[in-house]
């Protein structure tokens, strides 16, 4: 995926086992943070690091979205345990992050097919506004340019 292009659409299940598409956000700026796993070290500091910029995102009108191939039931019980305040979702067929580009073969302990830890903002009119996808899963995205990028994307 490369700026500019149609975010792929997505119909993923959420912590609650509902169904969340991505055109239940048109018309509206969206962030998708993919990441590996719950519970593994640098994804509990991603995602607990979005949790406690919630209302920086809000100030800057975007909704922010957690995808991981957990299960929903894992992810729920991650949610809960971190305080998690976004939506995550299910990606355990791993479709979506094979229509983003960012399926990851090997992870740790020899198992495959998780997504890089990954950003992609969608602009209001549904194209991918900025992408950042990092070959190394130890690795932080850059939160400091998502920000900037979420401020001038409309």
Not at 18 to 25: M, P, T
Not at 59 to 87: C, Q, W, Y
Not at 124 to 147: C, F, H, W
Request: with cysteine.
């Amino acid at each position: 995926m490369r700026i500019g292009d149609v975010a792929p659409h997505f119909t993923l299940f959420d912590t609650d086992r509902k169904e969340v598409k991505l055109s239940d956000f048109a018309g509206k700026k969206l962030a998708l943070y993919f990441f590996p796993a719950a519970w593994t070290g640098v994804c509990t500091k991603e995602m607990c690091s979005l949790r406690d910029d919630m209302a920086e995102y809000m100030n800057l009108g975007t909704d922010i979205i957690g995808i991981s191939v957990d299960m929903p039931f894992a992810l729920k019980r991650f949610k809960e345990d971190m305080h998690i305040n976004f939506t995550l979702l299910s990606d355990f067929n791993k479709d979506t992050i094979r229509a983003y580009g960012v399926y990851r073969e090997d992870f740790i302990c020899n198992l495959h097919g998780v997504a890089n830890r990954s950003v992609f903002i969608i602009g209001s009119d549904g194209t991918i506004q900025y992408r950042e996808v990092l070959a190394n899963a130890g690795e932080m995205p850059d939160m400091a340019a998502a920000k900037r990028a979420m401020e001038t994307i409309k």
